[in-house]
């Protein structure tokens, strides 16, 4: 690669690009951090079929020519690159060993006890849900789904019907709804209302002066806008 960057004539351009790191695939795929991040941004550009410059890396994660050359040779050598015979660096298929098959594991989370359980986009939900991946287990997705749908049932018991939010809204990581204490959310019901879900030893329910729209009034704010 031509030292675009030593060369350039005027002042350095910002690095203006982040990374996210999944560390799991990295330490599966024998990986260090520099190389995981460049091999990420070859076989992102890849996809998109873009053009990959020396100075569009140093934008994006701030790894000079140098860096770029000596990374390149080392991902070479544990052969998540090749070179063709016009000299050009292509990613292999080894790459994607490490990333675990999202179609899969999508249709874990969509279904519930063998039934979907969500509505809204079914694709829309499965690019978010992919996205969201990067940085949260699948096991930590599959767990908050399924204390929230308790909570949901949990607060029909008090006599609120709270219809469950659309997957899109769910998966949303500007959001990051799917990070909420649910299971928490579901004690603080248990201890405000011991009649509905602690029954007396009569076996009937403690009567409770509060109305329904006390309950609606109490719990309208777990819910986002």
Known sequence: ???????????????????????????????NCSQYVYMQFIADSFKKNAFIDPMDVYK????????????????????????DQHG?????????????????EFDEFWKKDGKNCWTGSKKEAFALYS??????????LISQRD???????ATRRTGFNRAAMAVERWLNPKTEIYMEDYAQYIED????YPGIFKP????????????????????????HK
């Open 88 to 104: 050009i660096i292509f990613p292999t298929e080894k790459w994607a060993t490490g990333w675990p098959r999202m179609d899969v």
């Open 1 to 31: 690669m031509e030292n675009v960057l030593e060369n350039f004539k005027s002042a350095r351009p910002e690095i203006t690009g982040s990374s996210t790191i999944n560390h799991k695939v990295r330490v599966k795929l024998q990986l």
């Open 131 to 140: 996205k969201v991946r990067k940085k949260v287990d699948k096991e930590v």
């Open 189 to 192: 019901l248990k201890n405000r």
């Open 200 to 223: 007396t030893t009569t076996g009937s329910p403690q009567a409770t002066s509060l109305t329904k729209e006390d309950y609606k009034k109490d719990y309208e704010q777990n819910s």
């Open 60 to 83: 994006a994660i701030g790894m000079d020519v140098n860096q770029q050359n000596e990374l390149a040779r080392e991902l070479i050598v544990k052969t998540f690159l090749y070179i």
């Open 147 to 153: 204390f929230y749908f308790d909570f949901l049932s």
